[in-house]
């Protein structure tokens, strides 16, 4: 149950979902996962740890710094992240990058992330009260369907059943953006959106022109270099613990 100090969106979405249901349409509340429901900054972490371990002979002053690094410390891209940690070199940046690369995006890895505070919470809550989760990400389905499936289920989001629903690129290859953009069209025909939750500005913008009575909420994570501003009318948050409020 949300707090006596919930956000009053909290509020408005639970009431957009009664609405809906009554309505007798299924009240959608779309979540992201990579940045938004899921801190992925773990997986990055893991990753070049794996790589500085497995090359400590070669790149020792790597292994030392990354042993001592936070997720706090990296960056939206690999190679800054490498150069805020004082590593220069474009041919170190190259191989650590391609490294990454090779496992950022696949089952096994996704398993490293972990759920952002509240997310589990909200999402637990929107299923209670009658609202469908629909977790629209720009995963793709071939290299990362199963492991998202284990990580949502391992950590209590509501998932596998009817009354939810798992949306994923069905190539790697597809730019996110113009994916979203199409599912979108989709969303209008199976149901009625009142709540989405992105930490990508654009698509925040995005979805509540599309949808302008919904609770659309951004996350002020990490997002692609180059973001447009944010419209007036999303929310701006930390975490979903902003929007439950304090236990």
Known sequence: MPSTTAHPALTTLLDNIERAAKDGDDPLVVFDLDGTLYDNTHRTLRILLEFAHTHASRYRSLYDTLRGTSTRQLAYRVGDTLAGLGFHDPELQAAVT???KARFFTDDYCL????????????????ARGGVPCYLTGRDAPNMLLGTLRTLQRDG?????ADTRL?????????DDLFKEGVIHHLRKTGRVVGSFDNEPGLCNLFKSSFPEAVVGWLDTSHAP?????????????DFTDLLGAA
Not at 112 to 127: C, I, N
Not at 157 to 161: E, T
């Open 98 to 100: 391609e490294f990454w």
């Open 112 to 127: 490293y992330d972990l759920p952002l505070a509240g997310g589990v919470e909200l999402a637990q809550l929107v299923h």
């Open 157 to 161: 989001f509501p998932v596998g059943r």
């Open 167 to 175: 949306i994923l690129k069905p190539q790697f290859e597809m730019n």
């Open 226 to 238: 180059g973001a447009p501003a944010l419209r007036d009318d999303v929310l701006r948050l930390e």
